[in-house]
């Protein structure tokens, strides 16, 4: 496990690319060391490898394995105390954009010009004792039932996040999605109650998702509603599984699927335009996807939406966690609230900084 992370540890020292992971409730961690810093992008989704998209889908980054060295290790998590220093600056600029960002997107909704559209922001928060290595170990022990990941690359930069929702599994031609939405704080509450503007956000999303692949897939089958815990949040879950049709392929699934109501809105594109129009900065690699494809001799395929993430960058002589939460508005919005939900998320960064 020591030789493990030092290998990580010179990756990044000798500024190659690497994405070191963990998959929700498996005591292992992977790691794909590139050998060469070139830029890899997947033309069809046949190579094997490890993609990193952007919320935008145009470039689907890859660390492909046969020019990387694949190691994997066997990491047990050590669940540990997160961190209760959530003392943060009230930036009451801050709340009030993203408060007027959200009612001018309720007026659009009650406008028709979309039904759903979800809505994000940036927060900034600096890193004095920054270590690689200890934060991902952090993220890994706090986050066991989460794709936990570190992901570098010297021409697009360091991310690091814990997702608790997949995008696509696929094993030949079966597949498995989700529909996610909704989101409350876990309270130690055995009979959580959900209201109905999360039930409708919830069955926008499933709705959307099975209209989107009904002409690439068949044999379609979709679980009621349930709960998933994610650290300290509570969401809204659906699981969608069924067959990829012979005619289709799993390019056309993922990038019909991507990006999903959970991360964009409904309809997609004007939902899409409001944001890259309004929300005030460029998501980047933000509700995009990651994860493996083609692994082994089965050619299984494990993507994840890119949430609950941040991005690491260094400015001048400090280091910065650049934070990346988001929420889904509807009609029944309240602004306040949503706000709120942002910062619920937020959490799940800060609880393991240090």
Known sequence: M???FIKVKQQFQQNLPFVIYSKPNINSISGLFQKNNQLYLTEDFTEKGFVFAPFDGKQVLLIPERESDLI????????????????????????NNFENLVQKAIDAIENRSFNKVVLSREEVIDLPNFDLVSLFERLVNTYPTAFAYCWFHPEIGLWMGATPERLLKANGNEFHTVALAGTQLFQNNEAVIWGNKEQVEQQFVTDYILETINNVTSEVEISAPYTLKAGNLLHLKTD????????ASLKQLVLLLHPTPAVCGLPKSSAKDFIIENEGYNRSFYAGFLGEINKNENSETDLFVNLRCMQIQSKLDKIEAHLYIGCGITKDSNPENEWQETANKAMTMKNIIV
């Open 240 to 247: 969608i599984k069924g067959n990829i049709n012979e005619d």
């Open 2 to 4: 020591i030789d493990f």
């Open 72 to 95: 994997e290790i066997e990491y047990f998590p050590n669940p540990i105390i997160k961190n209760s220093n959530s003392e943060t600056f009230v930036d009451e600029f801050a709340i």
